[in-house]
């Protein structure tokens, strides 16, 4: 298998990175805007190539050279980015996609595609929902992601290639940045942090995708494209605020009516392999040792 990772570079992107390493089978092509930093070093099966995803030709001969037959694409603009340059969230998420897609459907050698995308699509929704869910997006961040789901679909149609489209809540891991993320990193270490957040919320810890995003690269699809919820959990602020109860006061709710609440996970556990998901011991172990990499700037 001959992979290539857009967003190679960032949280989600460097948690395949790190979790493809032993993967003797597995040549993986790490894309991002940015040169590798100095002090990131690579497993032996992974090349880094720095250029802009917009740039199909760039694409295109990266696929070539490297042969690509699986994509994950990992690129997107972060939700605050979005909503304060409605462009770059057309650019970043919409934009993007479709070019990364025309290039693995030019490239004749790319057989899967693996898109994230994110719960975002649904909108603010109290009950757990299932992939079958009306989309109603909220917010730029949803829209393009809505939106580059259906580019996902426009540019399958008429190839051999499958596509997952994946739509994952929360991500926390160790090299993830978000509000949830750093303050949970910041809890593990024992420093003061706040969290404002909505009160229910469904939570991937990124190892535990990283996981399931290998296993479908393999796994057989019955779709052309297939959209799942990723292994994850629902969960609280009250469940937080239990967690760690020196933090309690630190932890408040904020109603926020852009992302479900709960993910009905059912349809990935029946067709999928599954596995046990990291509990919350060994996920604060992890975060206690871990620190934010800072990413040159552009
Ligand atoms: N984190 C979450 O909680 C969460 C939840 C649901 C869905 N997702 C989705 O999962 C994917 C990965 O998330 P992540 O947490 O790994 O995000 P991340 O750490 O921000 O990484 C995303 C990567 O996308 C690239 N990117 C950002 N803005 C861009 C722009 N304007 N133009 C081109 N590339 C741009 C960046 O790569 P370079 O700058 O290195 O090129 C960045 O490293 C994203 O599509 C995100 O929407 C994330």
């Not at 990364?100 to 929704?125: D, E, M, N, P, Q």
């Not at 593990?188 to 690269?217: E, K, M, S, V, Y």
């Not at 019955?222 to 959209?227: A, E, I, S, T």
Request: glycine fraction near 6%; proline fraction near 6%.
């Amino acid at each position: 298998m001959n992979l290539l990772i857009t967003g190679g570079l960032g949280g989600m992107g460097s948690e395949l990175v790190q979790a493809l390493a032993a993967d003797s089978h597995a040549r993986v092509i790490s894309v991002s805007r940015r040169a590798l930093p100095v002090d990131r070093h690579l497993p032996s099966n992974v090349m880094h190539e720095s250029g802009p995803v917009l740039d199909e030709a760039f694409l295109h001969d990266v696929m070539h050279r490297h042969a690509i037959t699986h994509v994950i694409h990992a690129a997107g603009a972060r939700t605050r980015e979005c909503e304060s340059r409605p462009e770059i969230a057309f650019e970043a998420n919409v934009l993007a996609t479709d070019r990364v897609l025309c290039a693995a459907s030019t490239a004749g050698t790319v057989r899967r595609f693996i898109h994230l995308s994110s719960a975002a699509v649904y909108g603010g929704k109290e009950h757990a929902i299932t992939e079958n869910e009306p989309l109603s997006p909220v917010g730029y961040y949803a829209i393009t992601k809505a939106a580059s789901e259906l580019a996902v679909r426009y540019r399958l149609s008429g190839t051999s290639m499958q596509a997952v489209i994946l739509r994952p809540g929360f991500i926390i891991g160790k090299q993830t940045s978000g509000s949830l993320s750093d303050f949970l990193r910041l809890a593990a270490q024992g420093q003061n942090a706040t969290l404002h957040h909505p009160d229910h919320f469904h939570l991937h810890w990124a190892p535990d995708l990283a996981r399931a995003i290998i296993h479908l690269l393999h796994a057989n699809l019955p779709d052309q494209v297939n959209v799942y919820h990723p292994p994850g959990r629902d969960c609280s602020l009250h469940e937080l605020a239990h967690l760690m109860p020196e933090q309690r006061k630190a932890i408040q709710a904020h109603h926020n009516t852009t992302l479900p609440q709960r993910l009905d996970g059912s349809k990935y556990r029946r067709e999928l392999p599954t596995f046990e998901l990291t509990g919350w011991p060994e996920i604060m172990y992890q975060l206690q040792n871990s620190t934010h990499p800072t990413l040159p700037s552009l």
